[in-house]
Nanobody, 119 residues
């Protein structure tokens, strides 16, 4: 079994910064991709940033403001969010494509952390 635990959400003023972190634990053989999605109530869950094979892909609206990085030794991914805007308000979910020690491959989701950008 594999779990993702997120931290770092909260309330921040427009223009401010937050850093999210997500750590995977459990019967992990390898993590093939790891990143972040976000969801506003009543809307679909959108990809924010995903890192796979050493490269990271970002959604257009966060390019130049958000940076995702991975610490592979600690099975952890970070999302540094700068110049935050009210439209960044959402629940942010960590996601990982994992191969377990039993050689099964599957996607795992974190519980979500709320980011609110408001004055």
């Amino acid at each position: 079994q594999v779990q993702l635990v997120e931290s770092g959400g909260g309330l921040v003023q427009p223009g401010g910064s937050l850093r999210l972190s997500c750590t995977a634990s459990g019967s992990i053989l390898s993590i093939n991709a790891m990143g972040w999605f976000r969801q506003v109530l009543g809307k679909q869950r959108d990809l924010v940033a995903i890192t796979s094979g050493g490269s990271t892909r970002y959604m257009d609206s966060v390019k130049g403001r958000f940076t995702s990085s991975r610490d592979n030794a600690k099975n952890t991914v970070f999302l540094q969010m700068n110049s935050l805007k009210p439209e960044d308000t959402a629940v942010y979910f960590c996601n990982a494509d994992v191969t377990s020690t039993s050689r099964a491959s599957f996607a795992v989701w974190g519980q979500g952390t709320l980011v609110t950008v408001s004055s």
